[in-house]
């Protein structure tokens, strides 16, 4: 079917333009969601998505490289949504945190979950020098 037919049958059956017009192509980076930090788990019991100490834990991990909690988006995805997911974002670093997810880029890092950390705190230290990385990625 034509673009023009296409718009005639839509005109006809009173359709406003503005919920059929196509987004040109030039467009698109501007609906992507734009973040500092993009925080990626895998769907877990034990999630910083939702408030309490393992958000908490998390928060504080990153505000102490200077991320401010309006600078990172946190989500929780299944494995093997992640590419999928990536490119709804335009983010200038992000910190996969389960194990499954593998970087794709140089702004991607992984790190240990938080949940992890808090119970074994001999893993603080990997996780600070993956931080370390982040702040300089983010300079």
Same mark, same amino acid.
Do not use: G
């Given at each position: 079917m034509s673009e023009a037919l296409r718009s005639r049958y839509l005109e006809a059956l009173g359709v406003p333009e503005f919920l059929y017009t196509q987004v040109e192509p030039e467009n698109i980076d501007e609906q992507k969601i734009n973040t500092q930090c993009l925080v990626i788990e895998t769907q877990n019991s034990r999630s910083f998505c939702q408030p309490g100490k393992y958000q908490?834990? #998390?928060?504080k991990m990153l505000g102490a490289i200077d991320l401010q909690q309006q600078?990172?988006?946190c989500i929780s995805i299944s494995a093997d949504d992640l590419s999928r997911t990536l490119g709804q974002y335009n983010a200038k670093t992000v910190l996969l945190m389960s194990k499954g997810l593998n970087p794709s880029s140089d702004q991607h890092f992984v790190a240990h979950h938080p949940s992890e950390i808090l119970m074994?705190?001999? #893993?603080?230290?990997e996780v600070w020098e993956v931080l370390k990385k982040i702040k300089t990625c983010l300079k």
């Open positions: 908490d834990f #998390l928060l600078d990172i988006h074994n705190e001999q #893993l603080k230290r």
